[in-house]
């Protein structure tokens, strides 16, 4: 499994890159970016606020993902960012292909404006604000949700250095156990890893009685990494001082993760996935 900052380029590399290059009788430009889309699941479950006023799922997923937009502003603003969301009422995404699927934002660099963009749908009046964009609740089918990333991925004209892909979730079983969809969703994760999306990350959330990986999204999931990494993260309400590996971030790489999001390991080590910036030798 690739890391978050296996590719490193010089800023003359980046400038002869840009310039293009010819395959497939198609015109890329080929930048050395790196690329992540966050597809967030919209279920009423993830709206649900933890004991004593503890913040909801999607308020926690929201938290990752400011974290993320504003450390990609700082270090390496020209990598593309998107967030999609799954389940919802309301549709919105490229030719309105796909139902219940709703893109906030496409694929580019992120922003000001974008962080502005998830700041709203924080907070009690981000549910509102989400309930009435968007609609919760919906039907569910993470197989058009993967469809529609793929296709957020196909109209970029630029040949990036990764493509990856973060679940979002509290729900364990999506389909509630509808075997067809489940199929289906299996199928279109492995066309993603075939045609370049080699990264499949969940972040699972709290979920009353444990979330249990087995019965769908261990097939969805990249496979662990020659070390034995996992790619499934789970969130922790603990302490953020409580910090350690996560993809992209280990003892040898260079340089410290310009974000961490505190979370839990499957065998229920504290530990943080860090996004690491791209560094350019001088």
């Not at 010819?22 to 649900?48: C, N, P, W």
């Not at 799954?86 to 893109?103: A, D, L, W």
């Not at 662990?224 to 790489?253: H, I, N, T, V, Y």
């Amino acid at each position: 499994m690739p890391e978050w900052n296996a590719f490193y380029h010089n800023e003359e590399d980046e400038e002869e890159q840009e310039e293009g290059e010819q395959s497939g009788g198609e015109y890329y430009k080929s930048t050395g970016r790196d690329s992540l889309v966050f597809l967030v699941d919209a279920s009423k479950e993830m709206f649900i606020k933890g004991e004593d006023g503890q913040p909801s799922n999607f308020d926690m997923t929201m938290e990752v993902v400011r974290s993320v937009y504003t450390s990609k502003i700082i270090s390496s603003h020209r990598d593309l960012m998107a967030l999609v969301f799954y389940g919802t009422e309301q549709s919105k995404n490229p030719r309105n292909s796909f139902k219940h699927v709703y893109v906030y934002h496409d694929l580019d660099e992120p922003g000001a404006k974008r962080v502005r963009g998830v700041d709203a749908l924080r907070g009690e009046k981000g549910a509102q604000l989400v309930e009435e964009t968007m609609g919760i609740g919906g039907e569910t089918s993470l197989a058009d949700a993967l469809w529609c990333c793929a296709n957020l991925y196909s109209d970029i004209k630029l040949r990036l250095s990764h493509k990856r892909l973060m679940i979002f979730s509290c729900r364990d079983e999506p389909h509630g156990g509808d075997s067809a969809k489940d199929r289906l969703a299996r199928t279109k994760a492995g066309d993603l890893k075939e045609t370049g999306t080699g990264g499949h990350y969940l972040m699972h959330l709290m979920k009353p009685g444990g979330f249990d990986v087995a019965p769908f999204f261990r097939d969805i999931l990249s496979p662990p990494d020659e070390k034995g990494r996992s790619a499934l993260f789970s969130w922790s309400r603990g302490k953020k001082e409580d910090l350690g590996e996560g993809p992209g971030q280990r003892a040898e790489e260079r340089g410290g993760p310009l974000a961490q999001v505190n979370c839990v390991s499957v065998e229920g080590v504290n530990v943080a996935v860090g996004f690491m910036p791209r560094r350019h030798s001088g």
